[in-house]
């Protein structure tokens, strides 16, 4: 399937490792030119290396914080000015802390705020601009099952996530004439190298060898494994093609069968 992606300009937030990174290779792959951001430099150019070297593309390198506003500002600048377009947005962000209730301060709840739905806001406004001058866009958010179905031990998560569906769900109405789509993907469980250090913290806590953790921790996933972070990529980038164009509104779990909610 050609997916009409080649000479388009893309911008990935927080790429430099995982979910991220496996989009941004994604996109190159089908002949898009790519920005990346994330905080830390080494680990961002380490990332775009990897990415020319295997698909061969244009990629800009832009270390940015996607909770600072001029950060944003300056990513989305940086990006068309190198690319002289923007096409397709991913939002992305780290995870909000774990931990229960009574843990969580006022201070907490407002770092999730800004971590996850405040990021994707700040970025979808700074790029609709280039998207409607053209009257095509592309817009995916990844944030997690949580919006779905909450998960144990993750209230941030839970609480603050479904904000971004809500407000992805109002902007499919909102910018549907302009030829822009805006969809949410939520992962389930995928191994990245954070997922990772999460998971063999609970084995630690639970007694348990790592490979014997994970076989417990997958039971509940109908396909029976851990996912790979380039299977949300493969979703994300078909959202993001010229295939995807009567798909807008819709929230993806790419999750294994994982959660059983009919919606
Ligand atoms: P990861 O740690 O492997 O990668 C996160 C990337 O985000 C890194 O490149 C990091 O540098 C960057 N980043 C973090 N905070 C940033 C910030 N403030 N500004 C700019 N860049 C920043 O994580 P991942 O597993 O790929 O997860 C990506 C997102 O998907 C997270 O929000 C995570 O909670 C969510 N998620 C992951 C899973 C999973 O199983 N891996 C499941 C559901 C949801």
Known sequence: MELGLKGRGALVAAASKGI????????????????????????LETAAEEIRAKTGAEVLAFPADVTRAEDVKALVEAAVRAFGRLDVLVTNAGGPPP???????????????????????????????HMRARRWG???????????????????SNAIRPGVVGLAKTLAGELGRDGITINTVGPGR??????RGVMEHRARQAGL???????????????????????????????????????????????????????
């Open 190 to 195: 995928i191994l990245t190298g954070r997922s």
């Open 209 to 263: 060898p790592f490979e014997e953790f994970l076989k417990r921790d997958v039971a509940a996933v109908p396909l029976g494994r851990i996912g790979e972070p380039e299977e949300v990529a493969h979703v994300v980038v078909f959202l993001a093609s010229e295939r995807a164009s009567y798909v807008t509104g819709v929230t993806l779990q790419v999750d294994g069968g994982l959660v059983r909610s009919l919606w």
């Open 99 to 129: 931990g229960p209730f009574d843990q969580m301060t006022d201070e907490a709840f407002r770092a999730a705020f800004e971590l996850n739905l405040l990021s994707t806001v700040r970025l979808i406004r700074e790029a609709l601009p």
């Open 20 to 43: 991220g990174r496996a989009c941004a290779l994604g996109l190159a792959a089908e002949g898009a030119r790519v920005a990346i951001c994330a905080r830390t430099r080494a680990d």
């Open 138 to 156: 592309r817009i995916i958010n990844i944030q997690s099952t949580s919006v779905k179905q909450p998960i144990d031990g993750l209230l941030l």
